[in-house]
């Protein structure tokens, strides 16, 4: 076997090493067991004290709701103020200037969200301050907060029948100390051991060997694209992403970042079953989290290795594969496995250019992001599956004649209401998003805007029509990757994919909490030989059919203007 | 819901402490060790800085290897790729400039022998390496002009090439920085 595969295949078992036995950590650790890294309680002890917070309050569902929008509306407040007087705040070596009111809009939305969509490059836009007091500040508690909701969840299906779903500030707290800040301080001293820069040193200048001039956009990065990863963020310190030698020196650090960006998604669905004390039900969706994800990654990882046909025709070898957008030392299989799993997991972070990926590579990275649950984000991944969960009951329940259940618990009218508004949500945010950037696009063309319309595409015909796609579908999905190529620091396009973000970041919270907390208030129902059994084969069978057909139902369409016919035209 | 706005706010103030003073500065300070300082390790040549290990720069004189295409210039403080998709005509119409570039300098080699990153753009514009077989296909014009041995530069490109991990995982690359530094001091 090549080195190249060798290389993405031990990374692969290396993450499932990690992710299975921190997924049972986390389940002590959120049901309050005793873990070893209970030394940490002093220091959480101290934040409680210092914040006014009584972890023995508990909180009903609404409650948990309540909390978790009143901090992220702070954090929302806060951050826009910073991020448009950055140019006057301290900590700005290189003189960056303050953003325009609709890039802090969009800009801060989508860091609350935890989606990391940049309209600005990290080298000019943002300053120190707002690079670790906003930025890297809500990649820690945006993912803290989709962690934290997922605890409600798995709260909810632990009890037979409560409506006590533990204190949100413990879970969220919790969260930062016993998780995210402990690996992720591991994870940015690899980085900064393997080369990434981590102090406070302005731009730097030297004359190459050639006699150029350079300038060095550097900083403390390390700190910020270690938890960028963990916490499936994604937003670089710099321009280029992981893709820059400095955020990603070699294959080694590579490795780190891809294994540290899965860890989490992949634990919360382990710690799910050991939490609710039904481990088998936890591996059915792994497996199908997994099987959906082998299923994306082989055929992408395939186009890439495959090179560009274009190219090939022009006589050249391409013998590893495609490499425009990607780095020698990381490689064109390596890369084409980041570009899937970043859109599984709704990271977002990229080692190499999206938009210069194969037309069907491409495909897969939508796709990836359309479904948005194989794995998906840090906690919110398992709140969509659990979504598909619920209609896949429902279907279920239709097809046999029977009243339907999820783990002892009646699904009625209000719950199929609230899981069908947040499945409809995402084909109607992006479908629509990519109808009026198309409009747009061809009727208001000459708009007097930072970016005109017609020439914010970077690319003709059907592969425009993909960047503009894959932009919203991005948004919606709260990933943050683009096809770059697209100039989108306009007031439209900051606008439009802000309000996306925010509604596919808050209802697909709000709407699986509100089921999990209704159904958790129901009576008990004692499993019998009428219920409907969700840990086996068949059910997993029927979850992925839910998933492939409401998603080629919304979105076979879209794909076909954009990618299929860029890759069929490409081949004729 | 006045009990979350204060508890909100107070925990946000006191986590600031924790995440954005305590674990950076602790990050930058462990950083101080590192090869770099935590700044970025640089490569000095009589005393000068002359570049960054990781940062590719821009050679474009016969004389030097060169690295890959980059759509920034080698800009180091202004990342990027070119996100030209796969499709796009302009983009071809490069790619084939750059083959026939090649082609020009160096003499003796066939299309069939130059390899994809020699044509290609970078993802950060900044790529410090090329494959080993890109930097196989100068080595001729570049003995020719700097009057030595051919064996001596093949040993060369051997000698600065980086294996895969352990032999096993990941694709194998050469620095052209590096590269040209021992060039320059063969002569």
């Known amino acids: 076997m090549d080195t190249e595969l060798l290389g993405i295949v031990a990374t692969f078992l290396l993450t499932m090493v990690i992710a299975i036995p921190m997924g049972k950590y986390l389940a002590k650790v959120f049901a309050g067991e005793k873990v070893w890294t209970d030394f940490l309680k002093p220091l959480e002890n101290g934040i409680y004290k210092l914040s006014g917070i009584n972890i023995k309050e508990q909180m009903n569902w609404k409650q948990h709701l309540k909390a978790l929008l009143t901090i992220n509306i702070l954090w929302l407040v806060y951050g826009f103020f910073v991020l448009i007087l950055q140019g006057k705040l301290p900590l700005n070596p290189d003189g960056n200037p303050s953003m325009a009111p609709d890039l802090a809009f969009n800009t801060i939305i989508s860091f609350v969200a935890n989606t990391n969509l ?3 490059s990290g080298e000019s836009g943002v300053s120190y301050l707002t ?85 060095v956009s550097r900083g403390p990065a390390a700190q910020m694209i270690a938890i960028k990863h963990l916490g499936t963020n994604g937003g670089g310190y710099f321009g280029a992403n992981s893709a820059h030698p400095f955020e990603n020196p070699n294959y080694l650090t590579n490795t780190v970042e891809i294994v540290a960006q899965m860890l989490i998604p992949l634990a919360m669905v382990i710690a799910f079953g050991f939490f609710i004390r039904k481990r088998k039900f936890s591996w ?13 990654l082989i055929p992408a990882i395939t186009s890439e290795i495959g090179g560009n046909p274009a190219i090939a025709k022009m006589g050249i ?56 649950s194989f794995y998906g984000g840090c906690g919110v991944g398992l709140l969509n599956f659990f979504i598909y969960l619920i209609i896949a009951v429902f279907i279920s329940g239709l097809m046999v004649g029977r009243t339907p259940e999820f783990l002892g618990h009646k699904v009625e009218a209000r719950e199929i209401k609230i899981a069908a508004i947040i499945t409809l949500l995402s084909p109607f945010l992006i479908l629509t998003g990519t109808a009026m950037s198309s409009y747009v696009f061809t009727n208001v063309a000459g708009a007097d805007w930072a970016v005109q319309p017609k020439s914010w595409l970077n ?89 492939l057909v409401l998603n080629a139902l919304s979105y076979f369409p879209a794909l076909t203007l954009g990618p299929l016919a860029e890759y069929f035209t490409m081949i004729k | 819901m006045k009990k979350y706005i ?16 305590l674990y950076p500065l602790s990050i930058a300070l462990a950083g101080k060790m590192s090869s770099g300082n935590g700044g970025g390790e640089k490569i000095t040549r009589n005393g000068k800085v002359i570049g960054y290990a990781l940062l590719g720069q821009s050679f474009t004189k016969p004389e030097y290897f060169w690295g890959r295409p980059s759509s920034v210039d080698y800009n180091a403080a202004g990342s990027a790729g070119s996100n030209k998709g796969p499709s ?17 300098y160096n003499p003796g080699i066939k299309k069939l022998d130059i390899p994809a990153d020699m044509v290609t753009a970078s993802g950060s514009g900044l790529d410090p390496n090329i494959s080993e077989q890109g930097a196989i296909i100068q080595i001729k014009r570049i003995a020719t002009i700097r009057k030595i041995d051919v064996r001596k530069v093949a040993e060369l490109v051997v000698k600065n090439t980086n294996k895969p991990i352990l032999g096993l995982f990941g694709p194998s690359s050469v620095n052209v920085l590096k590269l040209n530094l021992a060039l320059d001091e063969l002569n």
């Open chain 1, 317 to 372: 070898s391409q013998s590893t594969g495609a490499m425009e957008g990607k780095e020698v030392r990381i490689g064109p299989t390596a890369t084409a496995y980041w570009s899937i799993i970043t859109t599984v997991i709704s990271t977002g972070s990229v080692n190499g250019m999206h938009d210069s990926t194969m037309p069907l590579t491409g495909m897969w990275q939508l796709l990836a992001m359309m479904i948005n």
């Open chain 1, 459 to 547: 690319n003709p015909g059907f592969h425009g029509f993909s960047e503009m796609l894959y932009e919203v579908t991005s948004a919606n999905a709260n990933n943050g990757s683009g096809f770059e190529g697209l100039g989108d620091n306009n007031v439209f396009w900051n606008v439009l994919t802000g309000v996306i973000i925010f509604l596919g970041r808050f209802l697909p919270i709000i709407g699986p909490v509100a089921i999990a907390g209704l159904l958790a208030s129901k009576k008990f129902i004692p499993e019998s030989a009428g219920t409907l059994k969700t840990d086996t084969k068949t059910f997993a069978l029927m979850t992925f059919a839910v998933i």
């Open chain 1, 118 to 120: 940049q309209h600005y």
């Open chain 2, 88 to 104: 796009n005509e302009d983009y071809l119409k490069l790619v084939s400039d750059r083959i026939d570039t090649l082609l020009k």
């Open chain 1, 284 to 296: 059915m969706i792994f497996g199908v989290m997994t099987i959906g994800t082998l299923l994306l």
């Open chain 2, 6 to 21: 204060t508890q909100s706010i107070r925990l946000t103030l006191v986590l600031m402490v924790l995440l954005c003073i």
């Open chain 1, 131 to 215: 690079q670790q007091f906003v930025l890297m500040f809500l990649q820690f508690v945006s993912a803290a907060t989709g962690i934290s909701a997922a605890v409600v969840l798995f709260k909810a299906f632990r009890d037979k029948t409560t409506v006590e779903l533990g204190n949100f500030w413990e879970f969220f707290v919790r969260s930062i100390t016993r998780l995210l800040l402990p690996v992720a301080i591991i994870v940015a001293l690899l980085l900064t051991f393997n080369g990434t820069p981590a102090s406070y040193d302005g731009k730097d200048q030297f004359i190459s060997m050639q006699g150029d001039t350079v300038n």
